[in-house]
């Protein structure tokens, strides 16, 4: 692919190049900690008891055994802990849906399985384990509602609306009456799975208690200020008597966004005791918090025979918390995906005693695009048409739900050139009609869609008259490659090597910078960064300008190209100064600059910004076993410039893998009888393994989108949407069977009918 790049005044040598982690050797070494990993000199271990119940309440707690454990400090439960703000708005978080969030230990109401009831404080983790085994409970069980299915009829539309997720449009023309009236008609539920982000690093905190009395956290969080914000209120505690940290996260997707119970626990138990305290959860208490709730959905196509679509309904109903309101974007992407005269979406969410769900990589584009991309699929059969050229037959370069132009969609050239690599025009539409030995051979394709976001933003940057330059912010590095890409864009805009710029991230002490999510911190990050190293650039130069027989006496700014280390005039290389003979000839010993970052408001009153894929999957199905194998995928990529081909290709390719999970292995069981996750470990949630990921091919389009200065649109998410479509419509196209139900098992696929 070309690369272009606007770093400003530097020459791109790393910005567009396929550059390995910077924090590659520090992952790889272990010299990259994580916040279950901080030591502190009198640190004491809590160990979290879940409750065995999903609804009711404590009868009693007795503690006596658990405190009797030598070694054993105190025993927390909501009889004896320490009093927290009383106003729920306190604990709300930067991300957090409208309502109350929940409070561990506040009272003796169970509101779900798994939910915190006491935490053990010890001196040592296995003391604190062993004595939390002995805790005994006495609850009052209330019986729990966690079926959604049971509940449809419950659902209703969040009075409040949650900040950032736009409710669905108003309806457009008479979906129902053009549904009716439409030449061919498809329409179905479909249902996904609850689904568990588990990130490789289970949720941790670890609260040191300085010899000032401040606090140093660290937290397992994607953005340490939401972690700062949250501690300040709950704790009513002054922004500079707590600082946070998380240089390093194994793994988000998600459940890292919004502050957890361990943390909240890790800083009650400090408060208390007057110690530094560890909370890590374990891998089966992952299952008590924040998880991708299922939709049950119903998609209505209208269309003409020739494929053009008449009328587009797509209703969700989606479970929440009892006491939150969690939402998602899960129906409008219908609405901006393809051109209709009549769409009416609906949105709605219905109560179940679960924690409150939350955003888990592409939240509600994966359940919504899941739907509709299966639908358009039935509707390609259904009209005889090419999926391909049934979605071209309905493609829009305009986002109908806003009545605007999209900033940039190359998303033909995705269905182009992931068509050629695929071998697409060699598919026998003819379900049932392609076959290896014993299996049936299907292929499928989807197309995928996400926002592109940019937030505020800000990034530090200071060049030390060694020529090292340090840059930073706050935000988080999930193990997308931030760290990487932000060096990259730094190097490149003042010319430096790339092992001169240091990159410092996740510590509330460096610039503000909001949660890392929603893809939008290549955009905004990387903004801010480069324009803090711009601001530095035209510092030296001014200096550089300014020196007796300057070089670049005379010449403007935009004459000259930051480049190995030196200024110099471009086309001109003779007249060049080396950047740390400007800082020594000028007695500087630092220049210093904080770049700030913000959505472009004319961009954003004129354009609609999203990024899109082509996903094309292989299935291979035993035909007597019903065993399914994902074989090939393809997955052809818009999302603007890519900063790193390397990062940006695994970031697809986890993507992906997490797509192959969605439609044939995640799926958190509820018992419904007890409301809780029965399958809470990684021996029966199964996400892919090696041994289920095939070859996977990552194309990246070209496209220019000006969206922001470095034309990037965000990778993170995009690379899972539709992945789950793609593989059930390559099922589909092997078997001649259609399941509207992820995932894809083996039961499933030899179930009759
Ligand atoms: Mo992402 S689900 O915004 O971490």
Not at 406 to 420: I, T
């Amino acid at each position: 692919m070309t690369v272009q790049i606007s770093t400003a005044a530097g020459r791109d040598r790393f910005v567009g190049s396929a550059i390995s982690r910077v924090d590659g050797p520090a992952k790889v070494t272990g010299l990259a900690k994580y916040a279950g990993e901080f030591a502190a000199p009198d640190l004491a271990y809590g160990v979290v008891v879940s409750s065995a119940i999903a609804k009711g309440r404590i009868k009693g707690i007795d503690a006596a055994a658990a405190e009797a454990v030598p070694g054993v400090i105190k025993v927390i439960t909501h009889e004896n802990r320490p009093a927290t703000s009383d106003k729920p708005e306190d604990y709300q978080d930067a991300v957090a849906p409208p309502g109350a969030p929940f409070q561990a230990l506040a009272s003796d109401r169970i509101v779900f399985s798994g939910q915190p009831v006491a935490l053990v404080v010890a001196e040592d983790f296995e003391t604190a384990r062993y004595a939390a085994s002995l805790v005994r409970v006495d609850y009052e069980v209330t019986a729990p509602q966690t079926d959604i299915a049971a509940r449809t009829d419950d659902s209703y539309d969040p009075p409040m609306k949650r900040e950032g997720i736009k409710p669905p449009p108003e309806p457009w023309g008479d979906a129902s009456k053009a549904f009716d009236a439409a030449e061919i008609r498809v329409s179905a539920q479909y249902r996904m799975a609850d689904e568990h982000h588990n990130p490789m690093e289970p949720h941790a905190s670890t609260v040191v208690v300085e010899k000032d009395g401040t606090y140093t956290v660290y937290d397992k969080i994607q953005g340490v200020t939401n972690t700062h914000q949250y501690i300040g209120g709950a704790f009513g505690l002054k922004p500079e008597q707590v600082r946070v940290l998380n240089p390093y996260l194994g793994g988000g997707f998600g459940s890292g966004l919004r502050p957890q119970y361990q943390l909240f626990l890790a800083m009650l138990a400090a408060r208390d005791l007057g110690r530094s305290v560890r909370v890590t959860l374990t891998r089966d208490q992952m299952w008590s918090f924040t998880y991708r709730s299922e939709a049950i959905q119903t998609v209505a196509l209208g269309a003409e025979r020739s494929g053009k679509l008449t009328a587009l309904k797509h209703d969700a109903v989606q479970g929440t918390s009892t006491y939150e309101d969690y939402q998602e974007v899960v129906v409008n992407w219908s609405g901006v995906l393809y051109e209709c005269d009549n769409v009416a979406l609906n949105y709605s969410l219905t109560k179940i005693d679960t924690p409150t769900p939350g955003d888990m990589r592409a939240p509600g584009a994966v359940t919504g695009v899941y739907a509709i991309e299966t639908a358009m699929d039935e509707l390609a059969y259904a009209t005889g048409q090419d999926p391909i050229e049934l979605r071209l037959k309905n493609y829009t370069d305009h986002d109908q739900t806003e009545d605007k132009p999209f900033g940039s969609k190359a998303l033909k050239d995705c269905f182009r050139q992931g068509a050629e690599r695929f071998g697409w025009s060699r598919r026998d539409p003819q379900p049932r009609s392609m076959r290896e030995g014993r299996e049936l051979v299907g292929w499928g394709m989807a197309t995928g869609i996400w926002e592109s976001m940019m937030m505020q933003s800000s990034a530090q940057a200071v060049l030390t008259a060694d020529g090292r330059l340090e840059i930073g912010n706050q935000t988080g590095d999930l193990g997308t490659g931030t760290y990487t890409i932000l060096t990259q864009i730094a190097a490149d805009t003042l010319g430096l090597p790339l092992d001169h710029v240091t990159t410092k991230l996740g510590d509330t002490k460096l610039a503000q910078a909001p949660v890392a999510g929603g893809s939008w911190t290549a955009a905004s990050s990387g903004t801010a960064v480069m324009k803090a190293c711009r601001d530095i650039a035209e510092q030296a130069f001014k200096l550089a300008r300014g020196l007796e027989n300057s070089p670049l006496a005379n010449v403007d700014f935009e004459r000259v190209v930051f480049s190995n280390g030196r200024i110099e005039v471009t086309g001109d290389p003779s007249k060049s100064i080396a950047l740390t003979d400007v800082l020594k000839a000028s007695r500087t010993e630092k220049l210093e600059a904080t770049g700030e970052a913000a959505p472009d408001k004319d961009f954003g009153e004129q354009y609609n910004a999203y990024t899109h894929s082509a996903i094309f999957a292989e299935v291979k199905i035993d035909e007597e076993l019903g065993v399914v194998r994902c074989t090939r995928v393809v997955s052809a990529i818009a999302a603007g410039k890519i900063i790193n081909l390397k990062t940006a290709r695994s970031q697809i390719l986890g993507g992906i893998v997490m797509g192959i999970g969605s439609a044939l292995h995640e799926e958190s069981m509820l018992d419904h009888r007890i409301g809780r996750f029965m399958n809470h470990n990684l021996g029966e949630y199964h996400v892919p393994v090696h041994a289920d990921i095939p070859d996977i091919d990552v194309i990246f389009v070209d496209e220019e989108d000006k969206a922001n200065p470095l034309g990037v649109k965000g990778l993170g998410e995009i690379g899972i949407v539709g992945v789950a479509a793609a593989i059930s419509n390559a099922v589909f196209h092997a078997t001649g069977k259609r399941i509207r139900h992820l995932p894809i098992t083996i039961d499933k696929i030899v179930a009759e009918g």
